[in-house]
């Protein structure tokens, strides 16, 4: 709407301006026709006064300078019809006096200057030019009257153009400080629903802890119990149990972590340790739960490093079993543990089913799965890299992978060496 007015408002602006020029154009034309037209009547004059031939030649010459600015006249003045009137009137009185100059030069030529004489102070030249001196100032008065009216006007119409896009400016920035507040307000919102969510899932995970663990260690207790009287089934049975019990531990450990990641509240303790102890024990207990693995250790790391061991454990049992999960027909599993610089670098490589460069970007980000639901063989829930990944940022440490579809992965951690270590040999 507002910019329709605004619109209309400028073309009403532009209009009024092309009609104020051709009124300037119309007054500028007159005032040089009546100043020609008085040019022409002194050069006529001078002409029967003197017979002088210069002057016959500039009155032919102011002549045809009056019929030239006379039609260019017109033809401006061809819509008004008043002026049109006027200008036909002026056409007459220029004619006239044309006549009246032709006889007063005959009378001249053929009885005398005396005679010429008497024929001009009869007055009837004087006259004419009265009335076109009365019929010029009636044109130019018309059009000062338009010229004003039309000035008006386009004062006018720039203040409204000049209002309406005030009126539009404001109302934009009303738009955009409305914008602005519901976005803000929405976000706002999300952000206190994803905290609130986030403390939900913290308290959810914390009051199942308690159970679970009491279920783990009743399970353990139990197992020993069948153990010791023999009874094979129900010890197959419990054995299961305390199986399936520690996956439902580690699944609540990880969503514990996720969400304390997301409040800010893991903590760290960190101290100097040995990571060949630490990865050895990691590929002891892991191989527990494969037939199907060889896995190796290359290498020795000959510096303490410095972190929260139990942490650096939790990335190193992600990495170790996602390469024992990610190759069900890889047999071969390579840790390579290597001293570089200023970092201790684990790599841990698989020959499974490796990782698409599609998914290469996302497998960070937090409950992202690269074979999402449709790939039941790989059970998980998409957090492990994303805790390791902060586990090791917040180490000043790295988390990285090269992998190849279909060839396998190297996923790769590194981490600062403690300081005040000396060289192991
Ligand atoms: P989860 O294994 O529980 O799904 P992770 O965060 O540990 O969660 O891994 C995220 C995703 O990265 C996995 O779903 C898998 O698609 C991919 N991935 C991780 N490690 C490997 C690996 N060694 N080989 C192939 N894909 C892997």
Redesign the pocket.
Known sequence: MNAILSFYNLETLLQNERLINHTEQVLVKVNALHLSVKEDETTQRNYIITDDETYFNAFVGTTAKVTKELSELKTLLKDNKQQTVRVNQLQQSIESRLRLFNQGIAIFHQEGFEAAQNYIRQGNGLKIMQQIDVTIAQIEDTENALLSARTNQSINSANRTYATILIETLCNVFLIFIIYYLVKRELEYRNTMEKRKDEFISIATHELKTPITSLQVFAQILQKKLHEKGDQQSKLYSERITKQVTRLTELINDLLDVSRLQLGKLKFEKTAFDLNHMVREVVESLKQTTDNHTITIKGKIKKSVYGDEDRITQVMI?LLS??I??SPNGKKIIITLKNELRFATVNVQ?F????SDE?KTH?FERF????GESEKN?P???????ISQEIMRRHRGKLGFT?KEGKG?T?FFSMPYAKSEKSKA
Do not use: C, E
């Not at 992202?368 to 074979?371: G, P």
């Not at 998980?380 to 994303?386: A, E, K, N, T, V």
């Open positions: 992600n996602n390469a999960k990610y698989d499974g089913i490796g990782i998914h497998v992202y799965r690269a074979y790989f998980g829930l998409g957090m492990g890299l994303f992998s992965s996923f």
